[in-house]
């Protein structure tokens, strides 16, 4: 090769290195190519160890023992070095001082067993035996060590080792916890052995991040009094958390358990992070106190997971969380409302004897749950109303899983009132798109006045002349819009085509419709709201009749009823109205809007008919007889299906149906038998109207009611349709 060809290939060559590096540097993570470079490490000796222990390094405004990037071998075979370590570094934590010393295990690899719970100093519980060194703020840690335990009401922590040392009368051995006085380092720290910090107390922070422990871990019956942090660690086999009390935030955000993973009757005294760690196998958390939020966001339990007896004061945060095997939630107490949004739940959810307050409540929106392939159990009739959703759309067919699932349990309650909240969602969307800003053709003046600028208005304006928006995500894609306001005005505004006004009525009438029914019988899911109702139209229509036919006149010939036959009406009536009402207050969501509906049914017709009845006299013969027919060949419980209130003009029928007599007393049963054979077609006695000199008035009343009872009949049935469990399988099951 010629020598001024040289130059330029070594100049090529350079600069080919230097983009590599870039794009090595720039485009590449740095943990990707920084972890393939290995740590270079020093052996630790004891020469070594004690020039360090001499020379503390200066951390955060703290001494620590810098043991850092260090391989320090703690096995048998190594036997005189470990005792050695144990000792030289235990006699300096332990010294007396204004600061304790830390230790820095950052990056080193520990090979052999740790037992860190020997570095600690070994001193009782009790007040008056805690050893001088601690400083007031160090013994008031210990002391809220005691006061954690005594206040404490779970049997877990009462029965363990420190908490039942409390309640001997003499000090002794297992009296006595490790205390470890200064902060523990062990970020990127590889530990080979076990790792064993049992019954110890860390008056400081932990700071663990990216530690791998190969080997089992036993923390059980630990005090941690500062924050704790094992975010992204790998525990490669089992990890023993258990009856430990986190005093502080503790972080194990994305952190790996590999194996069984046991916190069984810890105490989180403040906020847990799990936030997207991974349990390979068995996780328990059974018996834990979490007084801060729990947050298991994006956890992925690839095994059982057990939270039976746990006490969550706080929130539940379980957004999009994956459950591939069962997950126990028996017997918990729940304080507030539980973020399950998202979330999938591939197999058994069980909630049974679950304990829910008034503010606590399942988020289930966008959950993924196939009703064929997992169970959600929970206690008959009380499992059903602690599930929520806050938008119909996206969670159709999550409430409909989930209806799907009680009603294969046979858990009919909880089944409709799924069924009920889903209508309530329903219900509002419909309210929305009819008295909502429908942004497709809402006039700028009206975007401006529902908080968008000028600017704004006029991009919306723009789009929705090329293609209407049918979903409020396509605001975010104006330039314009910026996240804020889309925050703020999206939810108040309507994203479909707009509606014509025949479109428009339709969808009134279903809403109306749907209304009533919500109202009058939780949309067929409750008998006792229906049964309240009916009650109700009873005693009143009851009432109503035994007045148009009682009271007629008082000139020139009184006709009006006696005294003993008004005090008895009425008091028949309170009583009626009384169980009537009391079956609607215990059972509607919103009994003073259902006794409005049902006022608006039943009042206003009948109130203006009685008005101009009153208004306009009567004066018509066979006037001092009832209005009123009985059936007299026969006196017994019937169900008339077919009957109309007004008797046919055949003679043969007249001579059948005899008038009612007002000379007895207990003449006023009979209008509630009218009143009932009307609404539910079921008396005692075929009572009808006469077919010779009747008012129109009267017999429009009648029908009236007639008329409404057709439809109450109707969903009567239905709503007994809804809730048998045999007949509801029979219909819905397929």
Same mark, same amino acid.
């Given at each position: 090769?010629?020598?001024?060809?040289?130059?330029?290939?070594?100049?090529?060559?350079?600069?080919?290195?230097?983009?590599?590096?870039?794009?090595?540097?720039?485009?590449?993570?740095?943990?990707?190519?920084?972890?393939?470079?290995?740590?270079?490490?020093?052996?630790?000796?004891?020469?070594?160890?004690?020039?360090?222990?001499?020379?503390?390094?200066?951390?955060?405004?703290?001494?620590?023992?810098?043991?850092?990037?260090?391989?320090?071998?703690?096995?048998?075979?190594?036997?005189?070095?470990?005792?050695?370590?144990?000792?030289?570094?235990?006699?300096?934590?332990?010294?007396?001082?204004?600061?304790?010393?830390?230790?820095?295990?950052?990056?080193?690899?520990?090979?052999?067993?740790?037992?860190?719970?020997?570095?600690?100093?070994?001193?009782?519980?009790?007040?008056?035996?805690?050893?001088?060194?601690?400083?007031?703020?160090?013994?008031?840690?210990?002391?809220?060590?005691?006061?954690?335990?005594?206040?404490?009401?779970?049997?877990?922590?009462?029965?363990?080792?420190?908490?039942?040392?409390?309640?001997?009368?003499?000090?002794?051995?297992?009296?006595?916890?490790?205390?470890?006085?200064?902060?523990?380092?062990?970020?990127?720290?590889?530990?080979?052995?076990?790792?064993?910090?049992?019954?110890?107390?860390?008056?400081?922070?932990?700071?663990?991040?990216?530690?791998?422990?190969?080997?089992?871990?036993?923390?059980?019956?630990?005090?941690?009094?500062?924050?704790?942090?094992?975010?992204?660690?790998?525990?490669?086999?089992?990890?023993?958390?258990?009856?430990?009390?986190?005093?502080?935030?503790?972080?194990?955000?994305?952190?790996?358990?590999?194996?069984?993973?046991?916190?069984?009757?810890?105490?989180?005294?403040?906020? &847990?992070? !799990?936030?997207? $760690? %991974? #349990?390979?196998?068995? +996780?328990?958390? *059974?018996?834990?106190?979490?007084?801060? =939020?729990? /947050?298991?966001?994006?956890?992925?339990?690839?095994?059982?997971?057990?939270?039976?007896?746990?006490?969550?004061?706080?929130?539940?945060?379980?957004?999009?969380?994956?459950?591939?095997?069962?997950?126990?939630?028996?017997?918990?107490?729940?304080?507030?409302?539980?973020?399950?949004?998202?979330?999938?739940?591939?197999?058994? &959810?069980? !909630?049974?004897? $679950? %304990? #829910?307050?008034?503010? +606590?409540?399942? *988020?289930?929106?966008?959950?993924?749950? =196939?009703? /064929?392939?997992?169970?959600?159990?929970?206690?008959?009739?009380?499992?059903?109303?602690?599930?929520?959703?806050?938008?119909?759309?996206?969670?159709?067919?999550?409430?409909?899983?989930?209806?799907?699932?009680?009603?294969?349990?046979?858990?009919?309650?909880?089944?409709?009132?799924?069924?009920?909240?889903?209508?309530?969602?329903?219900?509002?969307?419909?309210?929305?798109?009819?008295?909502?800003?429908?942004? *497709?053709?809402?006039?700028?003046?009206?975007?401006?006045?529902q908080g968008f600028s000028q600017t704004q208005?006029?991009?919306?304006?723009?789009?929705?002349?090329?293609?209407?928006?049918?979903?409020?995500?396509?605001?975010?894609?104006?330039?314009?819009?910026?996240?804020?306001?889309?925050?703020?005005?999206?939810?108040?505004?309507?994203?479909?085509?707009?509606?014509?006004?025949?479109?428009?009525?339709?969808?009134?009438?279903?809403?109306?419709?749907?209304?009533?029914?919500?109202?009058?019988?939780?949309?067929?899911?409750?008998?006792?709201?229906?049964?309240?109702?009916?009650?109700?139209?009873?005693?009143?229509?009851?009432?109503?009749?035994?007045?148009?036919?009682?009271?007629?006149?008082?000139?020139?010939?009184?006709?009006?009823?006696?005294?003993?036959?008004?005090?008895?009406?009425?008091?028949?009536?309170?009583?009626?109205?009384?169980?009537?009402?009391?079956?609607?207050?215990?059972?509607?969501?919103?009994?003073?809007?259902?006794?409005?509906?049902?006022?608006?049914?039943?009042?206003?017709?009948?109130?203006?008919?009685?008005?101009?009845?009153?208004?306009?006299?009567?004066?018509?013969?066979?006037?001092?007889?009832?209005?009123?027919?009985?059936?007299?060949?026969?006196?017994?419980?019937?169900?008339?299906?077919?009957?109309?209130?007004?008797?046919?003009?055949?003679?043969?029928?007249?001579?059948?149906?005899?008038?009612?007599?007002?000379?007895?007393?207990?003449?006023?049963?009979?209008?509630y038998d009218f009143s009932l054979n009307n609404?539910?077609?079921?008396?005692?006695?075929?009572?009808?109207?006469?077919?010779?000199?009747?008012?129109?008035?009267?017999?429009?009343?009648?029908?009236?009611?007639?008329?409404?009872?057709?439809?109450?009949?109707?969903?009567?049935?239905?709503?007994?349709?809804?809730?048998?469990?045999?007949?509801?399988?029979?219909?819905?099951?397929?």
């Amino acid at each position: 090769m010629p020598n001024s060809q040289r130059p330029i290939r070594n100049i090529f060559l350079t600069s080919l290195l230097i983009s590599l590096y870039a794009f090595l540097v720039l485009f590449i993570p740095v943990p990707v190519w920084a972890a393939s470079t290995q740590l270079e490490r020093t052996t630790l000796t004891l020469e070594l160890l004690q020039e360090r222990l001499h020379n503390p390094a200066l951390r955060e405004g703290n001494l620590t023992v810098d043991l850092r990037q260090m391989v320090i071998d703690l096995r048998p075979e190594n036997a005189n070095f470990r005792d050695a370590f144990y000792q030289l570094l235990r006699k300096e934590l332990q010294k007396t001082g204004a600061k304790p010393l830390g230790l820095d295990l950052s990056y080193s690899l520990i090979q052999g067993d740790f037992i860190g719970s020997d570095l600690g100093l070994r001193t009782p519980l009790y007040a008056q035996a805690i050893a001088p060194i601690f400083t007031p703020t160090e013994q008031a840690q210990l002391e809220q060590l005691r006061l954690a335990c005594l206040q404490s009401l779970t049997v877990t922590l009462i029965n363990s080792k420190d908490c039942r040392s409390l309640l001997d009368t003499q000090s002794s051995a297992s009296s006595e916890v490790a205390v470890f006085r200064g902060a523990l380092t062990l970020e990127q720290t590889r530990f080979n052995g076990e790792v064993k910090f049992n019954n110890t107390f860390f008056l400081q922070s932990i700071d663990a991040k990216n530690a791998i422990f190969l080997q089992p871990i036993n923390w059980s019956e630990t005090r941690f009094s500062r924050p704790v942090n094992f975010a992204n660690c790998s525990f490669r086999q089992a990890s023993n958390f258990r009856g430990s009390v986190f005093f502080d935030k503790a972080s194990f955000k994305q952190t790996q358990f590999q194996e069984t993973t046991d916190f069984y009757g810890s105490l989180f005294a403040k906020n &847990a992070n !799990f936030n997207q $760690a %991974l #349990f390979k196998q068995l +996780a328990k958390f *059974n018996h834990i106190q979490w007084q801060g =939020n729990a /947050n298991f966001s994006g956890v992925k339990f690839a095994n059982q997971v057990q939270f039976s007896k746990a006490n969550f004061n706080q929130s539940l945060l379980l957004k999009e969380a994956s459950f591939e095997q069962a997950t126990i939630f028996r017997e918990v107490f729940f304080n507030q409302p539980v973020d399950l949004q998202g979330a999938s739940i591939l197999n058994q &959810a069980d !909630f049974s004897d $679950a %304990l #829910f307050s008034k503010t +606590a409540f399942l *988020n289930v929106s966008k959950l993924s749950f =196939n009703s /064929n392939q997992a169970k959600i159990l929970g206690n008959p009739g009380q499992i059903g109303k602690v599930f929520s959703v806050f938008r119909l759309q996206g969670n159709q067919n999550v409430l409909r899983n989930l209806v799907q699932n009680f009603r294969q349990q046979q858990q009919v309650t909880d089944a409709n009132q799924i069924e009920y909240t889903r209508q309530q969602l329903k219900l509002k969307e419909l309210t929305h798109d009819l008295f909502g800003i429908n942004i *497709n053709n809402a006039p700028v003046t009206s975007l401006i006045k529902q908080g968008f600028s000028q600017t704004q208005a006029e991009a919306i304006a723009q789009y929705r002349i090329t293609q209407p928006f049918r979903n409020r995500n396509e605001l975010l894609t104006l330039a314009e819009i910026d996240l804020a306001t889309y925050n703020q005005l999206s939810d108040r505004l309507v994203f479909t085509e707009p509606l014509a006004i025949g479109g428009w009525l339709l969808e009134a009438w279903a809403c109306l419709a749907l209304s009533v029914l919500l109202l009058l019988s939780g949309y067929g899911t409750n008998f006792w709201l229906v049964f309240g109702v009916g009650g109700v139209a009873i005693a009143y229509f009851g009432v109503l009749f035994w007045l148009v036919d009682r009271y007629r006149r008082l000139h020139p010939v009184p006709i009006i009823p006696t005294y003993s036959e008004t005090v008895a009406i009425f008091i028949s009536f309170s009583c009626l109205t009384f169980l009537s009402l009391l079956a609607i207050f215990r059972n509607a969501a919103q009994p003073w809007l259902t006794l409005g509906c049902l006022a608006i049914i039943i009042v206003p017709i009948p109130l203006v008919l009685l008005i101009r009845l009153y208004k306009q006299g009567r004066y018509h013969d066979l006037m001092n007889v009832s209005y009123l027919t009985e059936d007299g060949t026969f006196r017994q419980l019937r169900l008339l299906i077919g009957r109309l209130p007004v008797i046919p003009r055949n003679q043969v029928f007249r001579e059948r149906y005899m008038s009612l007599l007002w000379d007895r007393r207990w003449n006023w049963l009979n209008y509630y038998d009218f009143s009932l054979n009307n609404l539910v077609r079921l008396g005692f006695n075929d009572i009808r109207l006469r077919d010779q000199h009747l008012p129109g008035i009267i017999s429009t009343l009648a029908w009236y009611q007639w008329s409404l009872g057709v439809l109450y009949i109707t969903l009567v049935l239905w709503t007994l349709s809804r809730t048998i469990p045999g007949l509801n399988l029979l219909i819905y099951l397929k």
